[in-house]
């Protein structure tokens, strides 16, 4: 052993007990020392954590900027709420189909003029293609996928099933939101006035008849 370690050992042994217990001067110095570089460590890392953090928030902030030209709607539809950025021009039935994926609702004429796009807004039938999304906020809004789905459909689907009310089918939704609508409104019991309440959805098909007798098959289950 060195002589000026055997010396320090010695003076170590002569020094009195600190006030913390029986800690030289010597020891309690060493064991503040590695005390003081933990708690730096743990200074430290929060600080670090804290920095990727902001890191990764810049690189995905990005990613969550609205487009320039967009504005922020929600719309409830089929009893979901979706919050979305859209072209303030936007029509309903284009949201519905681009942004939201609803692609149950059809674009046909674009015009008001075939009824295919035909929808619902608080229970009542309305041409989605002539409608701004942007105004049909605070709104209920159901489409033939809110209306029933395979295995639970809808008596009115059922019906068009039944009565084979569609041939190429690419107007049959827009024709059962308006047949839902039509029999909660006021009209006669004919058939004539199942055709002249049903006149603003056209069927390229020709499958008027049969579209009329599931129409009349469940106003009289009504």
Partial sequence: MAVDERDA???????????????????????????????????VTPLAVSTAIAETQERTAPQ?????????????VNGQSYS????????????LRETLHLTGTKK????????????HINGRRVNSCLTFAGMQQNVEITTIEGLGQPGHLHPMQEAFVEHD??????????QIMSAVAMVKEPWGTGDSDV????????????????IVAAVQAVRRMA
């Fill in 9 to 43: 050992k010695e003076k170590d042994a002569k020094e009195p007990a600190s006030s913390l217990g029986k800690l030289s001067r010597r020891s309690f110095l060493s064991h503040m020392g590695a005390a003081g570089v933990a708690t730096a460590a743990t200074a």
């Fill in 64 to 76: 969550t900027q609205a487009i320039p030209g967009t504005m922020p709607v929600t719309l409830k």
């Fill in 84 to 95: 979305v950025q859209i072209d303030p021009r936007a029509t309903l039935l284009d949201t």
């Fill in 108 to 119: 046909g004429c674009d015009h008001g003029q075939c009824g295919a796009c035909t929808v």
């Fill in 165 to 174: 009310g569609f041939q190429c089918g690419y107007c049959t939704s827009g």
């Fill in 195 to 210: 055709k002249e309440a049903m006149s603003g959805n056209i069927c390229r098909c020709g499958a008027y008849p049969n």
